[in-house]
């Protein structure tokens, strides 16, 4: 079993930044992948960006240049950088982690721009 716990949401203002950390916990000795989901009110849960263990990255075409997703596979946290937020980026914020077997979702945190 895996568990993921996310952090770092909150308010900000347009323009402004936000990091959000993932700290998995668990049976993680094989993990294919983490990353970041979101979901917005009234919207389906859409994909920010996903790193693979290889280091190969996956980003939302909109959120290239904005977000940038990283890993530290010694804390086993995978990180989001959002740069120039805007309000269509408010919205819950869900870490992701795949493994050979199973995909797992945190709880989620809250992401909310607004001036």
């Known amino acids: 079993q895996v568990q993921l716990v996310e952090s770092g949401g909150g308010l900000v203002q347009p323009g402004g930044s936000l990091t959000l950390s993932c700290v998995a916990s668990?049976?993680?000795?094989?993990?294919?992948?983490m990353g970041w989901y979101r979901q917005a009110p009234g919207k389906q849960r859409e994909l920010v960006a996903t790193l693979t263990s290889g280091g190969h990255t996956n980003y939302a075409e909109s959120l290239k240049g904005r977000f940038t997703i990283s890993r530290d596979n010694a804390k086993n946290t995978v990180y989001l950088q959002m740069n120039s937020l805007k309000p269509e980026d408010t919205a819950v914020y869900y870490c992701?982690?795949?493994?050979?077997?199973?995909?797992?979702w945190g709880q989620g945190t809250q992401v909310t721009v607004s001036s």
């Open positions: 992701w982690l795949a493994t050979m077997r199973n995909v797992y």
């Open positions: 668990g049976s993680i000795s094989s993990v294919n992948a």
